[in-house]
C-alpha cells in the first residue's frame, strides 16, 4: 500500500484529496497545524471508505515539528512515496498596506515550509529512485492577482521551484508537478468573498461556475500515477485564464 504524506489535509480541498486517495487504497498521513479535530475525522472517513490513515501535527514553519512528524509517519506508516504540498491561505490586500510582518508569514507558510518538507522527502525518494511530489499552486501565480501581490508572489515561487527541481529530479524517476488552481468552493474562498461576489466572479469564468474540491481531488489523483508528466503547471481553473 503506497504510503502519501499530505500536508494541510484539513483543509476543505485536503480533506477531498484524503478521501479519494483513501478509495483508491492509499496511506494516508493527515498533517494539520490547528484544526485537530478536524484531521481526526478524516482519518475517520478514510478508514470507511477502505483506506488507511492516522493524523500528525506538523508545523511547516519549524523544522523541529517538521522532523518530529516526518520521524512519526516513518514508523507509523512507513516511508512515502508521494508528497503533496496542500498548506495555504490567500492573502487579500492594498499592496501599500502589506506589512513586512504578513509579507514574511506568507513566504514562510507557502515557500519556506515547502522547500523544509522538501528537503525531507527528496533524500528518501533518491534512495529509492522513485517518487512523485505534487504541489498545489494557484492561477494567481501565474497572472497575477490584484491585491494579492505577495500570495501571486508566493504561488509564482512554488512553480519556478517545481520547474526546476522536475528537471534535476527526473533522472532518478521522481516527477514533481504542480496545480494551478483557480476559484474553488471552499471556506477558505467564503472567507475572502461574498456569496454575490462569487456569483459576479463566476460570470468571467467560462465554465460559469465555481470549482469543487473533488474536482481538485481527481487532478491530484491523476498525477499520483501519470509516469510521463514531470515539471507541469496544470491549470485547474474551469477556463478563467
Sequence with gaps: MSVVWLLGASGDIGRAISLQL??????????????????????????????FAKSFYLNVRDISSINSAYKEILTTLGEPSIFIYAVGNLHFKLFQDISLEEYNQVLALHLNGLFLTLQKIVPLFLKKKAGKIIVLSSVFGEVGG?????YSLAKGGQNSMVKALAKELAPS??????????????????????IKEQDDLCKNIPLQ????????????????TASYVTGQILRLDGGWF
Design 209 to 224: 461556475r465555481l470549482g469543487y474540491p473533488f474536482e481538485v481531488a481527481k487532478a491530484v489523483s491523476y498525477l499520483c
Design 146 to 150: 490584484a491585491c494579492e501581490t505577495i
Design 173 to 194: 524517476n521522481i516527477t514533481v508537478n504542480a496545480l494551478s488552481i483557480g476559484a474553488i468552493k471552499s471556506k477558505m474562498l467564503d472567507s475572502q468573498l461574498s
Design 22 to 51: 483513501a478509495k483508491e487504497g492509499y496511506s494516508i498521513a493527515v498533517c494539520y497545524f490547528t484544526n485537530k479535530k478536524r484531521a481526526e475525522e478524516i482519518v475517520a472517513s478514510c478508514f470507511r471508505l477502505g483506506g
